[in-house]
């Protein structure tokens, strides 16, 4: 195994790569099996790297979930959408400490109400 460099983009890879993890261009299409170029590209890694937010899109996600109310109905509106993984990971994971955090307040006031009475 060796250090090339990708042809379009010039970013070191390994020789055994059949795509580059930078540009996504197929670097060694002739010399790997059909087989196997073909798993790779129909594999669940290679789809979600090529749906990675940009900053752009993760400043709009932090504007959207900076609303009151709002923040709930789009978090579980992502949580349920299967377009975009990493998103619908990122509102799963936002959704659970919600109810975490929701639990302990009750917790927390609840106490401080019992032992006001």
């Known amino acids: 195994m060796a250090i090339i460099s990708c042809p379009s983009c010039g970013n070191s890879i390994s020789s ?3 795509v580059c993890p930078k ?3 197929q670097v060694s299409r002739q010399t790997a099996p059909a087989f196997t170029q073909q798993a790779y590209t129909n594999s669940p890694e290679h789809k979600v790297s090529s749906s990675v937010p940009t900053v752009g899109d993760w ?7 900076s609303i009151p109310l709002v923040n709930l109905i789009i978090l579980i509106v992502w949580a349920v959408d299967n377009e975009n993984p990493v998103r619908k990971n990122f509102a799963a994971a ?3 400490w919600a109810v975490i955090l929701f639990f302990f307040f009750i917790v927390f006031w609840g106490s401080i109400i019992a032992a006001l009475m």
């Open 59 to 65: 400043i709009i996600n932090f504007l959207l979930l």
């Open 23 to 25: 540009c996504n261009n």
């Open 94 to 96: 936002a959704l659970l």
């Open 16 to 18: 055994e790569a059949l």
